[in-house]
């Protein structure tokens, strides 16, 4: 998965907003600055979120952006989706179809459970961290994240059980 500079920033936006724990407005100038951004992309930004409900602006002289719903209410799999809608697309194996018009392999295809396997497991991490979680210091973070990995057990047999019962699923 590769994090486009959209989804970062964006990302980046939405901790700015949540951090102060305020009902006050953020300008578009503040989070530009804070992360180091022109105001024009900031502002891009902000309005794709606010589009996307996430935030609203607030007019005026003390105007600005603020979260839409409380930081707890927003996970990171919201805020991703806003600038890349589907992780694994299902045109992605019309994409890779070498010389000929179709994947050589569309009817049976090993690869294809594996992407939409981990795709499913990223996007199931993503709603599991809401902005709350990330409003601490990262080793914190990095520890849930470990604690939630260990629980899990190895992603090998995960993949395998769930490749396993999607097989006898359609048979």
Same mark, same amino acid.
């Given at each position: 998965?590769?994090?486009?500079?959209?989804?970062?920033?964006?990302?980046?936006?939405?901790?700015? /907003?949540?951090?102060? &724990?305020?009902?006050?407005?953020?300008?578009?100038?503040?989070?530009?600055?804070?992360?180091?951004?022109?105001?024009?992309?900031?502002?891009?930004?902000?309005?794709?979120?606010? &589009?996307?409900?996430?935030?609203?602006?607030?007019?005026?002289?003390?105007? !600005?952006?603020?979260?839409?719903?409380?930081?707890?209410?927003?996970? /990171?799999?919201?805020?991703?989706?806003?600038?890349?809608?589907?992780?694994?697309?299902?045109?992605?194996?019309?994409?890779?179809?070498?010389?000929?018009?179709?994947?050589?392999?569309?009817?049976?295809?090993?690869?294809?459970?594996?992407?939409?396997?981990?795709? !499913?497991?990223?996007?199931?991490?993503?709603?599991?961290?809401?902005?709350?979680?990330?409003?601490?210091?990262?080793?914190?973070?990095?520890?849930?994240?470990?604690? &939630?990995?260990?629980?899990? !057990?190895?992603?090998?047999?995960?993949?395998?059980?769930?490749?396993?019962? &999607?097989?006898?699923?359609?048979?």
């Amino acid at each position: 998965m590769k994090v486009t500079s959209m989804e970062e920033y964006g990302l980046r936006c939405m901790l700015q /907003l949540a951090l102060p &724990q305020t009902d006050e407005p953020i300008t578009v100038a503040l989070v530009a600055e804070n992360e180091g951004l022109s105001p024009e992309y900031a502002g891009k930004l902000l309005n794709l979120l606010r &589009q996307a409900k996430l935030v609203h602006s607030v007019r005026g002289r003390n105007g !600005g952006f603020v979260l839409a719903r409380p930081p707890e209410n927003i996970n /990171l799999a919201d805020i991703l989706r806003v600038f890349s809608p589907d992780l694994f697309d299902v045109e992605y194996c019309n994409r890779f179809t070498g010389i000929e018009d179709i994947c050589v392999h569309t009817t049976s295809c090993t690869l294809r459970p594996v992407w939409w396997t981990l795709s !499913g497991m990223i996007s199931k991490t993503l709603e599991s961290i809401s902005l709350l979680d990330l409003m601490c210091k990262e080793s914190e973070i990095q520890r849930e994240l470990n604690v &939630q990995l260990s629980i899990e !057990g190895p992603v090998t047999q995960r993949l395998f059980q769930i490749n396993k019962d &999607q097989i006898n699923e359609n048979a």
